[in-house]
């Protein structure tokens, strides 16, 4: 999966999945654009590991719900690299809290569905004029989009199902101009994610019920971001690709 010499934007690339994303493309050899957001220790913390690779990147704060900090983004990204981005990854997104439906309230609806689907659609638009043909996006669905999620997860299993109708669509508008979209629908990845928000025994329960009988890594989901990324992945497009150790098919 040679990356050489392109330029990939991630989005929440300060931890976990998306530190792992921004390390395993900068390890190809794409030059990264890292959007953060919440932590400057979690920034820091990502830039260390992209330079213990031998990566090159820029670090660029930004919030994916606001459309001046994306402007920045992109300013930031032609300023770095130029006019031209290969990859973008939107990784950027959160449960945040479980509600069951007599707590949910409408702040909460729309920072759920802001961060994770309105974030997706126009950071993509932002970045969009950039891309030429054989440029590849890859959005982060998840298996909670294919089955609704867990208890008190409904507007994120939502909102993730929304970003798998839109791959789809967007497959579809930009497949002519030679532009391949793709979203990758993880399930119980070892993260802090999980840590926060989902139980233990849940944890255990799940991963157990997988044929593979353990959690995933943050590094096996990267590694299927990448290839979707590549030249390699260039017939594949408007896929929702599941990684949940054979728990759920598509």
């Known amino acids: 999966m ?41 920034r820091d913390a990502t830039m260390e590991a992209i330079n213990a690779v031998g990566g090159e990147a820029i670090a660029v704060y930004g919030d994916v719900t606001k459309q001046e900090d994306i402007n920045n983004m992109v300013a930031k990204t032609k300023e770095a690299y130029g006019e031209k981005v290969d990859v973008l990854v939107n990784v950027a997104g959160g449960l945040f809290a479980r509600k069951t439906v007599e707590e949910l309230d409408e702040k909460f609806y729309n920072l759920v569905m802001d961060v994770n689907f309105k974030g997706t659609v126009f950071v993509t638009q932002a970045f969009k004029p950039l891309m030429e043909k054989g440029a590849s996006i890859v959005n982060f669905a998840s298996q909670a989009g294919r089955d609704g999620g867990g208890a008190g997860s409904v507007i994120y299993a939502a909102s993730k199902g929304a970003v798998m109708t839109l791959t789809r669509n967007w497959a579809k508008e930009l497949g002519p101009q030679g532009i391949r979209i793709n979203a990758v629908c993880p399930g119980m990845i070892a993260t802090k994610f999980h840590d926060d928000f989902t139980k233990d025994e849940v944890r255990k329960n799940v991963a157990n019920g997988t044929p593979l009988r353990r959690e995933g890594s943050a590094e096996e989901v990267a590694d299927l971001v990448a290839y979707l990324a590549s030249d390699e992945a260039s017939f594949i497009t408007g896929n929702n690709v599941d990684i949940n150790g054979g728990l759920a098919f598509s």
């Not at 976990?16 to 932590?39: Q, T």
């Open 2 to 42: 040679n990356l050489k010499g392109k330029v990939a934007v991630v989005t929440g690339g300060g931890r976990d999945i998306g530190r792992a994303v921004c390390v395993k493309l900068a390890k190809e050899g794409a030059k990264v654009v890292m959007n953060y957001f919440d932590s400057e220790a979690d």
